[in-house]
T-cell receptor, first 112, second 113 residues
């Protein structure tokens, strides 16, 4: 069964450093999403991406964040200058012709 | 008022019990209602989804939506220890919002053998 994959599973970085989180969505899907979940809190929407552009973003998704689909298979989330409060699980999701979003296993980001 | 509210639990039941998990939402523009299951430190796994008011059944799981009262429920029959997880309701589908889902806090369920 096709699935969304994410790398790395765990990323540790120093405050102020740039990180890139990578996702491989399900191959025939066209809609891509990033969500995050701070430990003990709810899953929060960050951004949706369709047709090579952002279709919706949340207040959390400020200028420090960017997304890219650099080739036909990867979808990335970049945080330019990480803060302590960026520590969270980051989930990628993708959607095809139906409305169901399929989530990856997540990347745990720890900012020291 | 929060967009989606869900009792975080924890909820502990004996094996074989019927479990009722509930959410309320405030935005009548939601078009569809997803239920996800999440194990500790894992990604949300889709369980069921509905579009309209009424019931939808899939095996031991029944999803129920009442749009008039903005109330969403998930029932689990004959609960098993393997059902122990956090259950997330996630409405979505507001027009022109890119298909984003708004998640509830999640209800932590523990099914004891």
């Amino acid at each position: 069964e096709p699935e969304v994959t994410q790398t790395p599973s765990h990323q540790v970085t120093q405050m102020g450093q740039e990180v890139i989180l990578r996702c491989v969505p399900i191959s025939n899907h066209l809609y891509f999403y990033w969500y995050r979940q701070i430990l003990g809190q709810k899953v929060e929407f960050l951004v949706s991406f369709y047709n090579n552009e952002i279709s919706e973003k949340s207040e959390i998704f400020d200028d420090q964040f960017s997304v890219e689909r650099p080739d036909g298979s990867n979808f990335t989330l970049k945080i330019r200058s990480t803060k302590l409060e960026d520590s969270a699980m980051y989930f990628c999701a993708s959607k095809g012709a139906t409305d169901t979003q399929y989530f990856g296993p997540g990347t745990r980001l720890t900012v020291l | 008022q929060k967009e989606v509210e869900q009792d975080p639990g924890p909820l502990s039941v004996p094996e074989g019990a019927i479990v009722s998990l509930n959410c309320t939402y405030s935005n009548s523009a939601f078009q569809y209602f997803m239920w996800y299951r999440q194990y500790s430190r894992k990604g949300p796994e889709l369980l069921m989804y509905t579009y309209s008011s009424g019931n939808k059944e899939d095996g031991r799981f029944t999803a129920q939506v009442d749009k008039s009262s903005k109330y969403i429920s998930l029932f689990i029959r004959d609960s098993q220890p393997s059902d122990s997880a956090t259950y997330l309701c996630a409405p979505g589908g507001i027009y022109n919002q890119g298909g984003k889902l708004i998640f509830g806090q999640g209800t932590e369920l523990s099914v004891k053998p």
